[in-house]
């Protein structure tokens, strides 16, 4: 009977950290937005009517904390401009954009440009 005691003791132990709520981890990704945080909170009351595009727009904001993007620019050998916008979190799935789209990126050469 103690054995299972402790069993029993050992699983609750074991489980007690995935009691976490929801609520928490969107409070911690609102504190992270730093200066957006009012413009999240915007959205959110925005969609408080629809349950499910609530429900959307908190899976996003709860799991933005994980993702950064980057922007560069790169020349290629034959003249071209490529604009990379990029997910630190999909590093190998970045998009190519056309260059108005993306302003105040890095910029690098790769090869000679063409002039």
Request: net charge positive; hydrophobic share 35%.
């Amino acid at each position: 009977m103690k054995r299972h005691i402790i069993y029993l003791f050992g699983v609750v132990l074991l489980l007690l950290p995935a009691c976490t709520t929801h609520v928490d981890s969107l409070e911690w990704a609102l504190r992270q937005a730093g200066k957006n945080r009012a413009e999240l909170e915007k959205t959110l009351q925005h969609y408080e009517s629809d349950s499910l595009k609530l429900a959307t727009a908190t899976f996003l904001i709860r799991n933005m904390p994980y993702h950064i993007g980057f922007c560069d620019t790169l020349f290629t050998p034959d003249g071209k401009t490529l604009h990379f916008l990029t997910d630190t979190f999909y590093v190998d799935k970045s998009g190519v954009m056309k260059g108005p789209d993306i302003k105040g990126c890095a910029t690098r050469t790769v090869g000679k440009k063409n002039g």
